[in-house]
Each structure stands twice: as structure tokens, then as C-alpha cells.
């Protein structure tokens, strides 16, 4: 009997201790009442729960991209620049790119991977201008006689300025004119050989006018001549310029022969070499005008540290003219690391995810920077980030640049060849694009919040309003 009582009375205790621990104790339904503004909390409640659980599912549906910065880990020591530039005042046999950093590299008329192509003043393009080839340099002719001794009888050249030479290519229908400055090198050598040439011609009584112009003196008779560089041997016919220059050998045997060349040539003196017993070893080339443009596109490599490189016009052959340099150009690429083939299907994939506000790969692209003004040139100031492309798994990855730009108008000197010039810094920082979605924990979690703050927060508004609102006992 006091074991049977024992036993109901550790029972009772059990009882009363899980009763204790009863999170959900229901209260019997004749001790509640429902009213109206139960029901309309409720309502309110249920609605709210349901919004809220749809947008938060929406949220754990569909992830965000987000970005961080970190420290760039990337090891390789050299980052490719893309490029595809064209100079429509610019001749491909003057185009040079330079590069230059703060490791102290400097290549000059880098060409191993870069074509040129030249075009016409229409700005399209005509034929291949060359890759990886070297100009070759002209031979000049040293002479025992001073020029001072060769004008010792008289200057056979004539020297031209404006007034003078419009007179001058009236009198000869057939001319060969030489635009040098006294400063210039290539002019000081070609002096005394020119005027040997000039001696020759008049000798072997040769139908063609020979002089000379002072592009110092007379730099409005260049300009309207558009001479670049210095010197500048242009054969006239009826007082228009022929093309292309020459650019063969500086001696009077190759000045001679490039003459005889041309007499032929023309529908009045065909039969004049053979009529004067004039003989010719080889003929010039004389057939492939001088196109006055030129379009540069390939890509270069350079340190992974701050440099530039830049397009300037340079000749191992000429002296430039710094005052008809026009520089004028337009941006129809450029880029950094690897081309991007934007047909690729992972590329496409990636990108496809990716708003356009993380895809500033190349902001300059078909960008003209015209020059109104000689003596003066585009620089750009270029930063450029590693970017990490992480979006669509650790399968399609892919690694890019992006970067900003600002440019500027530089003035120049009036001796200084101006160079259009693209600086670039690299920044140690990168930028991480990758996709960021919900965990199922984090949702969860959310959903019972939203279920249960939204239950207890209503309850307690409708606690409160039943208050105020309840009747009066009397």
C-alpha cells in the first residue's frame, strides 16, 4: 500500500514538472472569447506572414552579386596591352611605338607584334604596312669638295621660297625639289651631293629643274606641301607634286637614275634616254603612292609596374618636322590581359550574369581625340584593376582589367616631336566579382522570425487595442 502511494506520488511530481516546462499550454476554449478586432488582426497577420515569406523565398531564390577588394595575388611578372589605333596624319613608315617604365625598360619601335596598315585620306585601309621589319637606312655619298667649294661657280640648286617657286615650276614642267632645315643631320650630309646632282643635270643638259627650300625660312611653303620630315625629296610634274617621295639611296648615281626614271616615264621625254645614250643599272620604284595615314593594332607586353607607351612619329632616315606632326587619332581598341572572346560560350555565360557596371574592360573603345593645333597631343592617364570574375563556379573563373581613364591636351615646344602617349598604373588592390546567395539555414531562420515576430508584434498590438477599446464595467 505505501509503495502504490509512493509510486502516484513520483508520478504526480513528474507531471507537474513537465506541466512546468509546457511552452504551448492551451487555455480552454469556454475561458476565451473571439472578437472583431481579434479577427481583423489576424487577417492582418496572416497577410503580413505572407508577404513576408514570399519575398524573403524570392531573396534566397535569386543570389546578388557583390564585390571586395584584396590584395592583387596575381604572380605573373609581364600584363599584355591590347591595342588598335589609327593616325590619319600619320605615314606607317614614321609610326613608332615606344615603351618606357619605372623598372628603367625602354624599347624604342617596338614591331615583333604589331601590324601596320596604311590609309588613304579617307581614312580606310589599303594595303599591309609591314610587321617585325626593320627600315632599312640610306646610303649617303661623302664627297672631297666642300659645299662652299662646290658653290664656288655658282649655286646649281636653286634656292626657292614662296614667290620664287610658283615661278620656278612654271619654267620646268619637270622639277626635283629638296625641303631640308639647316639644323637637320640627313640635310647637312645630302648639301654637297645635291648640289653635285644639280651640277650633273645642268651638264648633261637633263630637262628637269633642281632646287632647294629652306623649310626654316619658308615653313608656310612646307606646310602647304605637307613635309614631315626632313630631308624631303618631292618630284614635281607641271607643278604638282608627284608620288612617292624619294626614299632610295642618297648619292648622285641613285638621284640620277631616279630622274632618268621619271623622264621616261612621262609622255614627252619617253624617248629622251635613249636620244642622249643615258644608262640606268636598276629602276626606282616609283609606283605606290604615300598614303597619309596609318592604322597600328596588335599587342605588346611590359612590366607589371607603372610605365607608358607611346606613338610618336621617329625615322633612322629623317629628321621630323615638329611643326607638321598632327597627331590626331582615334582609340578603336584597347584593352588589358587577355583578349577576351566574347563568343565563347563560358565567357558568354559569365558575363550574361554580370551587370554592365562591372564590365569597364574597355571604356576608350572607337574614341576619336582630334588635334586643331600643331605643337600639341593626347596623353592618357589610364588605372587599371585585376578583376576576378567568380560567378558561375569554381569551373568558370576568369580573370580580367578593368580600367579608368582621363585625357588631357599637352602642349609641346616648338623643336619637340609630340608623341600621343598612354600611361598606365597598375594597382596593387583587386577586385573580386562573385555571386552571393542566402544560406538555407539563414532562410530558415528567417522564416521563423518573420513567422513569430509578426505573430507576437500583432499580439501585442491587438493586447493593447482590446484595452483601449474593451467595454466599460458598470
Not at 195 to 202: I, L, P, R, S
Not at 453 to 473: E, I, R
Request: some cysteine; aromatic content about 10%; proline content about 4%.
Amino acid at each position: 500500500m505505501n509503495r502504490s502511494n509512493d509510486i502516484n506520488a513520483s508520478g504526480g511530481r513528474l507531471r507537474s514538472f513537465l506541466s512546468s516546462v509546457d511552452f504551448y499550454r492551451r487555455v480552454p476554449r469556454d475561458l476565451s472569447e473571439a472578437t472583431s478586432l481579434g479577427v481583423t488582426m489576424s487577417l492582418i497577420s496572416v497577410s503580413l506572414m505572407v508577404i513576408l515569406f514570399c519575398s524573403e523565398t524570392l531573396e534566397f531564390m535569386t543570389p546578388s552579386i557583390v564585390t571586395e577588394i584584396s590584395l592583387d595575388d596575381n604572380t605573373i611578372p609581364s600584363i599584355r596591352i591590347n591595342f588598335n589605333l589609327t593616325f590619319p596624319s600619320l605615314q606607317c613608315e614614321y609610326a613608332s611605338v615606344d615603351i618606357l617604365d619605372s623598372l628603367g625598360t625602354n624599347r624604342q619601335n617596338v614591331t615583333k607584334n604589331v601590324e601596320k596598315w596604311h590609309l588613304d585620306e579617307e581614312g580606310t585601309r589599303r594595303i599591309f604596312g609591314g610587321r617585325n621589319r626593320e627600315v632599312r637606312q640610306v646610303k649617303h655619298e661623302e664627297h672631297e669638295e666642300t659645299l662652299e667649294e662646290l658653290h664656288a661657280d655658282g649655286v646649281d640648286a636653286h634656292p626657292l621660297d614662296r614667290d620664287s617657286m610658283s615661278k620656278f615650276l612654271k619654267d620646268h614642267e619637270m622639277a626635283f625639289i629638296n625641303f631640308f632645315a639647316p639644323w637637320c643631320v640627313w640635310c647637312q650630309r645630302l648639301h654637297p651631293t645635291w648640289e653635285k646632282y644639280a651640277e650633273e643635270v645642268k651638264q648633261k643638259d637633263v630637262p628637269v629643274g633642281v632646287g632647294s627650300v629652306d623649310c626654316a625660312a619658308n615653313a608656310d611653303v612646307c606646310r602647304d606641301n605637307n613635309i614631315m620630315a626632313f630631308p624631303s625629296l618631292k618630284w614635281f610634274v607641271k607643278g604638282e607634286a608627284d608620288v612617292p617621295d624619294y626614299k632610295a639611296d642618297r648619292s648622285v648615281k641613285s638621284l640620277m637614275d631616279y630622274t632618268t626614271t621619271k623622264l621616261q616615264q612621262h609622255e614627252n621625254y619617253k624617248n629622251w634616254r635613249e636620244k642622249n645614250n643615258v644608262q640606268t643599272e636598276s629602276r626606282q620604284n616609283t609606283g605606290r603612292p604615300d598614303y597619309p595615314g596609318c592604322q597600328l593594332s596588335g599587342f605588346i607586353l611590359v612590366n607589371r609596374v607603372k610605365g607608358n607607351f607611346h606613338i610618336l612619329a621617329h625615322s633612322v632616315n629623317h629628321n621630323l618636322n615638329a611643326a607638321a606632326t598632327n597627331l590626331t587619332h582615334t582609340v578603336n581598341h584597347l584593352s588589358f590581359g587577355e583578349r577576351i572572346q566574347y563568343q565563347h560560350p563560358k565567357v558568354k555565360r559569365i558575363l550574361k550574369k554580370i551587370p554592365k557596371d562591372y564590365q569597364e574592360f574597355n571604356p576608350m573603345d572607337n574614341t576619336p581625340y582630334p588635334m586643331a593645333q600643331y605643337h600639341q597631343a593626347f596623353h592618357h592617364y589610364i588605372k587599371v584593376v585585376s578583376t576576378h570574375l567568380d560567378i558561375a563556379g569554381k569551373s568558370d573563373k576568369l580573370l580580367t582589367y578593368q580600367f579608368i581613364e582621363q585625357s588631357q591636351i599637352v602642349k609641346y615646344k616648338q623643336g619637340d616631336v609630340p608623341e600621343a602617349r598612354f600611361s598606365y598604373d597598375i594597382s596593387p588592390m583587386s577586385v573580386i566579382v562573385k555571386k552571393k546567395s542566402l544560406k538555407w539555414y539563414d532562410y530558415v531562420t528567417s522564416l521563423f522570425a518573420i513567422i513569430g515576430g509578426t505573430f507576437t508584434t500583432l499580439g501585442l498590438v491587438d493586447a493593447s487595442l482590446y484595452k483601449v477599446f474593451k467595454p466599460k464595467k458598470l
